[in-house]
């Protein structure tokens, strides 16, 4: 699909790298490897939002970020027999959860399973069209008792899908967690193109990998609050509409291919949203938008509302199948993403404020 390069390596290497909400040490430390070779400035906070600074002197400070955390589990109980039971990480989707191999990031390191089902054969008629409740299913690992299993594996050890990356036609891949680790990578890539024009950079410019955005928008809080930038613009994916039975009325006109999405209404600076359109004609990257009278549902709610208000907008990028083990984006979708935060922190002026003027 796409030849080496270093942004697609780190991209590969931080989808696969396990993150859940709450325990997103590992693909922190891989976002931090990355940024640290062009950054003036890396650092982590007290719960592990990761912040990397471009340009700290400049008087605009532009903060770009995308959570790095993704869905996952979490092992509540063991029982005699050596079943692990569990609860969900974030948004999860309990009819997916059967029949799939999963890994255990127990402290002695990954531990394989997979999530046990009754074969159809054995169901009573009624129960199968049924979804069972997340507290009915359990992972087997193999062993015999709890006592086995307590030798690999504890109560609140975490759990992903066992499923990497994989290319697919069209410079498009799959992925556990691009739920939104894309969005990290972007932000990240988006500072790199950011520091290859550097002596035009007038803005101080602070890409942030956040933390637990699925369970509640948690690092974004924090960091909005302590960078308490002029401006923000996020990363996260998006609902691509361009499927079989999906409701374009109802959920809007997203193609993947077609570029970032510009989330319109409610969290949406309408500045900012008027500077991005200029940008990306200036650079000619094609934009889509998305109605959002509410609010967008990712860290732009919780950082545009910090200290008073900072002007921020959600960009989206398509994303087929959400909040699934085999999430689907387009390379050229991410690149585009990552070249219009480039071309906006570069598009601004010093000094320069966003607020509406009346």
């Known amino acids: 699909m796409k030849s080496a390069s270093a942004p697609y390596d780190f991209l590969k290497t931080?989808?696969?790298?396990?993150?859940?909400?709450?325990?997103?040490?590992?693909?922190?430390?891989?976002?931090?490897?990355?940024?640290?070779?062009?950054?003036?400035?890396?650092?982590?906070?007290?719960?592990?939002?990761?912040?990397?600074?471009l340009n700290p002197k400049g008087d605009t400070t532009i903060l770009i970020s995308g959570h790095v955390d993704e869905l996952g589990l979490m092992i509540s109980h063991i029982s005699d027999e050596g079943f692990l039971y569990f609860k969900g990480i974030?948004?999860?989707?309990?009819?997916?959860?059967?029949?799939?191999?999963?890994?255990?990031?127990?402290?002695?390191?990954?531990?394989?399973?997979?999530?046990?089902?009754?074969?159809?054969?054995?169901?009573?008629?009624?129960?199968?069209?049924?979804?069972?409740e997340i507290h009915t299913m359990h992972i087997d690992i193999g062993v015999s008792s709890r006592k086995e299993?307590?030798?690999?594996?504890?109560?609140?050890?975490?759990?992903t899908y066992t499923a990497e990356f994989q290319e697919l036609q069209g410079g498009r891949f799959a992925a556990r967690g691009c739920?939104?680790?894309?969005?990290?990578?972007?932000?990240?890539?988006?500072?790199?193109?950011?520091?290859?024009n550097?002596?035009?950079?007038?803005?101080?410019?602070?890409?942030?990998?956040?933390?637990?955005?699925?369970?509640?928008?948690?690092?974004?809080?924090?960091?909005?609050?302590?960078?308490?930038?002029?401006?923000?613009?996020?990363?996260?994916?998006?609902?691509?509409?361009?499927?079989p039975n999906c409701s374009k009325p109802k959920h809007g006109e997203v193609g993947m291919g077609k570029g970032p999405v510009l989330s319109l209404g409610s969290v949406n600076h309408p500045v900012v949203n008027?500077?991005?359109?200029?940008?990306?004609?200036?650079?000619?990257?094609?934009?889509?938008?998305?109605?959002?009278?509410?609010?967008?549902?990712?860290?732009?709610?919780?950082?545009?509302?910090?200290?008073?208000?900072?002007?921020?907008?959600?960009?989206?990028?398509?994303?087929?199948?959400?909040?699934?083990p085999v999430e689907m984006i387009q390379y050229s979708d991410l690149e585009q993403t990552a070249e219009l935060l480039a071309a906006f922190a570069l598009n601004a002026k010093k000094g320069e404020r966003f607020g509406v003027k009346l």
């Open 14 to 53: 931080l989808l696969n790298t396990p993150s859940p909400s709450g325990f997103e040490t590992r693909g922190q430390k891989v976002w931090v490897d990355y940024v640290r070779k062009f950054a003036d400035a890396v650092e982590i906070d007290a719960y592990g939002n990761a912040f990397a600074t």
């Open 90 to 132: 974030g948004g999860v989707d309990r009819t997916l959860i059967r029949g799939q191999r999963m890994t255990v990031h127990g402290a002695g390191g990954a531990v394989p399973g997979v999530t046990g089902l009754l074969a159809i054969h054995m169901q009573e008629p009624d129960d199968r069209n049924k979804v069972p």
């Open 149 to 159: 299993a307590e030798k690999l594996v504890a109560v609140g050890d975490p759990v």
């Open 179 to 196: 739920d939104n680790r894309i969005g990290a990578w972007t932000a990240a890539e988006g500072l790199r193109l950011a520091s290859l």
């Open 198 to 243: 550097k002596k035009n950079l007038k803005s101080k410019l602070v890409a942030v990998s956040t933390i637990q955005e699925e369970n509640g928008l948690y690092g974004a809080t924090m960091a909005g609050y302590s960078v308490h930038p002029d401006v923000a613009l996020v990363v996260d994916v998006t609902h691509a509409t361009d499927i």
């Open 274 to 324: 008027a500077r991005l359109r200029e940008v990306a004609k200036k650079a000619k990257i094609p934009l889509q938008t998305e109605a959002n009278p509410r609010w967008s549902g990712t860290d732009a709610d919780a950082i545009f509302k910090q200290k008073g208000g900072i002007p921020t907008v959600s960009i989206g990028v398509p994303n087929r199948y959400m909040h699934s």
